[in-house]
């Protein structure tokens, strides 16, 4: 009697909390016409005020700004839609929306673009927090009863190896621009952030040198790279300057390795995923094996003597629908962007050992195997 009585409470309960849900489903569709006009107006206030900005930093630059600028414009409408679906304070809105326009409008007009060094720390005041700002602007976009994280324990294992001095290295699939913040974001909400917050990325030369991308990757750790794809790239005299910029990257790597304590994030592709031709579905683009060689031989060489250890772990990224990259599988700087709220999500495996796989020649395709296999299950679960 007492088991049906609790179930009965059980049923009771589940039913109230969906018709709570259903009732906030609701008010937020009724609500909605509302918050977008009211959000519309401050778009189109800041915007006016944006463009007489622009006009004015382009008449003391050289620079038009033409396409960067274009690319904003068109970018607008869809972002104050994330934000209406999303119930952000009108307050909260202007505020965001105005630190935007105008961060986005500097970099775009500066003479002089920010100069990365090849070992970049992210810049947190005082004026701004560029790592909070960059998380603020896509938090919107984030559908979020639709955010996974899956492998939940390793994120515990990979604080406890942290805090003894070792390393790691995430060894991931990249899909989207936004995939810092997307990896900040959600491990906020699983509350490990400081990893993502602490994350040094290694990053190719766009995300220095694109407008539009410069001051969200201010807010970031970065060792900056060419890849080898664009390594031949423009005159002899760039090519060799290129040349000489990995050469100083690849020593701050192995100087922070040697340091031990840090975590980093890469991407052996050296760019991001594109659609699979036999399925027309994303998926992880093929790992570049001497990038993965480069961090073990790095790795090796820190751990001499006493030095720390370097755990490498798989991490599946699935968040393309979130700034979808262009169809080219060669990004070009000042490239066109589109946004639309988005379903993301996280899958970390466990650190494979080195020897285990079969040392260094068999250990880059058994980490690209396992960040397919993480992935493959993301995509199933995904909406």
């Not at 560029?130 to 996974?148: E, L, P, T, V």
């Not at 005299?237 to 840090?262: C, D, P, Y």
């Amino acid at each position: 009697m007492k088991g049906a009585r609790f179930c009965a409470f059980l049923l009771l309960a589940l039913c109230s909390r969906q018709s709570l849900n259903l009732v906030g489903q609701l008010g937020a569709w009724v609500t909605a016409p509302y918050r977008f006009v009211r959000l519309a107006s401050v778009t189109k206030e800041l915007a006016a005020e944006a463009k007489t900005k622009a006009k004015e930093l382009a008449e003391q630059s050289s620079r038009t700004g033409g396409g960067a600028a274009k690319t904003l414009k068109e970018f607008l409408p869809a972002y104050m839609r994330s934000h209406v679906i999303a119930r952000t304070p009108v307050h909260q809105y202007r505020e965001l929306l105005n630190t935007t326009l105008n961060v986005l409008l500097d970099s775009i007009f500066t003479e002089k673009p920010f100069d990365f060094q090849p070992y970049h720390q992210a810049v947190r005041g005082p004026d701004l927090d560029f790592y909070a700002w960059g998380n603020d602007f896509f938090r919107s976009m984030i559908k979020w009863r639709h955010a996974r994280v899956e492998g939940l324990e390793q994120l515990q294992s990979i604080k406890e190896t942290l805090a003894k001095g070792d390393n790691v290295v995430l060894m991931a699939n990249h899909q989207t621009e936004a995939d810092p913040q997307v990896l900040s974001l959600l491990l906020q909400k699983e509350g490990y952030e400081e990893l993502a917050e602490k994350c040094i990325f290694v990053a190719g030369h766009k995300v220095t040198t694109d407008r539009l991308a410069i001051p969200f990757s201010k807010g970031r750790y970065l060792l900056s790279i060419f890849s080898k794809k664009y390594l031949d790239e423009g005159t002899e005299e760039e090519q060799e300057a290129k040349a000489e910029r990995n050469k100083k990257t690849i020593s701050e790597m192995q100087r922070l390795m040697k340091e031990g304590g840090h975590i980093f994030w890469v991407a052996p592709s050296g760019g991001r995923d594109r659609r699979r031709a036999e399925t027309g579905r994303f998926g992880p683009a093929e790992f570049d094996a001497s990038s993965v060689g480069l961090f073990l031989l790095l790795a090796q060489k820190a751990g001499r003597g006493d030095g720390p250890t370097t755990h490498f772990m798989p991490l599946a990224m699935w968040t393309h629908r979130l700034v979808p990259p262009p169809e080219d599988a060669k990004a070009s700087v000042g490239e066109s962007r589109s946004a639309q709220r988005a379903a993301v999500g996280l899958s970390f495996g466990q650190a494979l050992d080195v020897k285990k796989e079969g040392g260094r020649k068999k250990f880059p395709p058994a980490m690209e195997k396992r960040v397919n296999e993480l992935y493959d299950g993301l995509d199933q679960a995904m909406p």
